[in-house]
């Protein structure tokens, strides 16, 4: 069960700050190789709430590899940038129709998922203020349906990170992490 592959974090100027670091921080405590990658020309990212961060890579120069999973931080601007960006739609699609995990939280699942009709017969979950853009919405901290695992905000982002450990690397590493991080596994 455990993932070899790397994990690819994609972000732009307006993701949700504490989400990404969220994310990532929990991927990289269950010794999962994380890449954080920029739509941007830069890798410095204007996230929300005037919080600046790191990309790793700039996603217009990382090689296609075998990604494990590609993970989708919310914030509404990020989120919408996201889902306009042609590559990474591109690429979403490729791994939606080859049933590749694919995982968003907050607007992500739908102003980017959504947005370009890869939720379609899909339960998903989102941001509440954008519920009404998800053909099959759900009222759950994390929802998985075929490749997609979808969760709602800032709120759940350590569920949800903790869920995706799981998928990745099994249950005994989701709970150790959480254990480290004082939530109940």
């Keep these: 069960m455990s993932s070899s592959a790397p994990v690819l974090v994609v972000v732009a100027h307006g993701s949700e700050s504490l989400e990404t670091v969220t994310i990532v921080n929990l991927l990289r405590r269950a010794e999962l190789a994380a890449t954080v990658a920029s739509i941007e020309t830069t890798t410095v990212i204007d996230g929300t709430r005037g919080i600046r961060f790191m ?6 120069d990382l090689d296609r590899q075998p990604w494990s999973m590609v993970v989708l931080p919310g914030g509404a601007a990020g989120a919408e940038a996201l889902g306009r960006h042609p590559p990474l ?6 791994r939606n129709a080859a049933g590749q995990p694919i995982a968003a939280i907050c607007a992500a699942p739908a102003l980017t998922l959504a947005a370009n009709g890869l939720l379609e ?3 998903a979950t989102c941001y509440p203020a954008f519920r009404e853009q998800l053909p099959n919405y759900v009222d759950q901290a994390v929802v ?3 490749p997609f695992t979808t969760s709602p905000g800032p709120g759940t982002a350590i569920a949800f990170a903790l869920d995706l450990i799981e998928q990745l690397s099994g249950k005994a590493r989701r ?3 959480a ?5 109940a596994p």
């Design 55 to 60: 990309a790793d890579e700039l996603l217009a």
């Design 89 to 94: 739609v591109a690429m979403l699609e490729a």
């Design 121 to 123: 017969g899909r339960r």
């Design 144 to 146: 998985r349906d075929g």
């Design 175 to 177: 709970d150790a992490v």
């Design 179 to 183: 254990t480290g991080l004082l939530v």
